[in-house]
């Protein structure tokens, strides 16, 4: 794609917090580097850190060169942005494995090849030979403790009792300034991007760039996406959707995006999607003519779910779904993981039975009846059966007298009981 304004686009989509106020002048003008820094304090990104990786892609679709700076040093003392207490301090081993993980997940949003090439760099390299005086005296003689303690993240965190700040993460921002300064020096980087959080470290950087160098740092800040409690998504968090299907699986990944509101779906769409402004306002005006159709939540599960999972990985989520809403059948959810199944049905009332029951057989009626709560009596039951609206494991029971036997075991331990479409019971076997 062409050279485009690129603060304008990300400021359509809902992208921009804040920046400097020339920034837009010289990206008109100029073809820059452009840097984001990430900790790698877990193994995966997770969606409050996409925005920002999405907005160095939208940098990169613009002519500009990005660099994914790790924080193999900073990641070592804990950014005191936004946290109510101090962090776990990592080792150099886990910080490594760390970054090779995130690194993996940014290639599928950054190009590595071509004329703007994204690169990876880890300011541990340049970091680790710095000596503590040398860093006071080289570094920590442009910044005052006055120009400091004026941080948001700095005061936000003294004013709260019993909290405190300590020597460590106070330094947070002279790192992080530092890294800005590097760059600027090293690798001809101008431009630094990141959550409006990190509107303090970045100007940190920038005025180091120009108290030491005499040069110009630009900065530019998105706002952070929050959880339904208001709590921003971190690696440290709970509640947060990850990259990485080992700790949000590809189903729930999916589901997230389907079942947000629709003024949640048409932001994201803008925020975390790369279509453009004509086909997104074309799917706004589609789906007001028609909201029960969920057309933006779907487009958005599609696009997400792809980009991150792959198509194989949305094919998976979408027949998972299909089966919550009765539209599965025994073959695809014999095809489920233990914990796939187990998701799906996550909050379905669930029973225990002993393995022994099933041995010689259980009758039908009384498996409904007495072993499930989805019929209160035998009779309900059989009328029920009689009106073919009895599923065993997504397969229509349609002989009375059938008997349930391990035979109907998915995974080996489960029985899944079905009135209709939308009423489940799990039955666990053991």
Known sequence: MGKFNVVEELRWRGMVHDHTPELEDFLNENSSVVYLGVDPTADSLHIGHLVTVSMLRHFQRAGHKPILVMGGATGMVGDPSGKSAERNLLSLETIRHNQAAIQEQASRFLDFEGEHAAEVLNNYDWMKEFSFLDFVRDVGKYITVNYMMAKDSVKLRLSREGAGLSFTEFTYQLLQGYDFLHLYEHKNCRVQIGGSDQWGNITTGGELIRKKLGGKGYALTCPLITKSDGSKFGKSEAGNVWLNADYTSTYKFYQFWINCSDEGAARYLKIYTFLPKEEIEALEKEHAEAPHRRILQKRLAQEMTVAVHGEKGYDNALRASQILFGKGTKETLLALSERELLEIFEGVPTFTIA????????????????????????????????GNAVSINQQKIKNIDHSISTSDLLNDKYILAQQGKKKYNLVIVE
């Open 355 to 386: 393995k022994t029951d099933l041995e010689n057989g259980l009758d039908i009626v009384e498996f409904l009846a007495q072993k499930t709560s989805i019929y209160a009596s035998k009779g309900e039951a059989r009328r029920s059966l009689k």
